[in-house]
Each structure stands twice: as C-alpha cells, then as structure tokens.
C-alpha cells in the first residue's frame, strides 16, 4: 500500500513537472503515456492548470467554473497539494473564486464553501477540514 501510494505522488509529481515544462524527453514520453492511461492523473492534470492560472493572475479565473468543479477541485488539492495546502495559496485562490475573506484571516482545509455567498472576516482563522457550507452540490446548486 505505501508502494501504491509513494507511486501515485511520483507520477502525480511527473506531471506537475509536466505543466510546468520541466521534463526531459524520456521524462516526458513517460508523463504522457501516464496520462493516456489515467482519467484520474488526466483530472489532476486539469487541476494544475487551473490552480496554476488562479496563481499566476490573481484573477478570478473560475468565473466560468461551476460549484461542483471548485468543490472537487479543493477536494483534490486536499490530496494533490496536501505539503502545501495550509501556506499562503489558499486564500488568494478562494478569493479568486469569489469568497470574501478579511484581513490578515488564514483558511484551509475548508470544505463546501459557497464561493458567491460566503465572506470571512478579518482574523479570522479557517482550517481543520472544517464543513463551512452545504456539504452537498448537484447540478450546480447546493
């Protein structure tokens, strides 16, 4: 099991390297025969290119993007970027999705945040896998 596990963040780790354009040829083949063969690691894949767009602009990326895709996108990001999950990425990307968060608050491991409806305030502190909305999203509404 922990075999299984060491080898799924290898390749998890592949293909971020991937997004990034950090892979040699050989390396290269390799991530994209891993991502011919995985729905799940083409998902991830789909995911870094989100998270990293939301990074890189500051924007609100995910106007577009349905409630169920932010929620299963913090899901994954739970599993994906677990080492890094509670550092400074989480609340400009949760800004970026439309939550209102104060001053100086720190969020992570929230889970079924209604993004459009939600504001944190100042100081406020946001973590713990703590359930801040409807856990429940189906076709787009909670």
């Known amino acids: 099991m922990k075999q299984m596990i060491e080898n799924r963040l290898e390749t ?24 011919a063969d995985d729905a799940e690691l083409r998902a991830d894949w789909n995911a870094y290119h989100a998270i990293g767009e939301v990074l890189r602009n ?9 409630a169920a895709f932010v929620d299963r996108l913090m899901a994954m990001s739970l599993v994906i970027l677990h080492p890094v999950y509670a550092t400074l990425y989480v609340v400009p990307f949760l800004r970026a999705v439309g939550v209102k968060i104060g ?10 945040i209604n993004y459009e409806l939600t504001e944190i305030g100042d100081e406020s502190f946001i973590a713990d896998g703590v359930l801040v909305g409807d856990g429940e999203i189906r076709r787009n509404m909670v």
Do not use: F, I, P, Y
């Not at 998890?12 to 991502?35: M, T």
């Not at 500051?58 to 349905?66: I, K, L, Q, T, Y």
């Not at 001053?103 to 079924?112: N, Y």
């Open 58 to 66: 500051g924007e609100r990326a995910a106007a577009g993007a349905s």
């Open 12 to 35: 998890c780790e592949r293909v971020s390297a991937l997004a990034d354009g950090h892979l040699d040829a050989g390396q290269l083949n390799s991530a994209l025969q891993n991502l």
């Open 103 to 112: 001053h100086r608050a720190e969020v992570s491991t929230a889970r079924g």
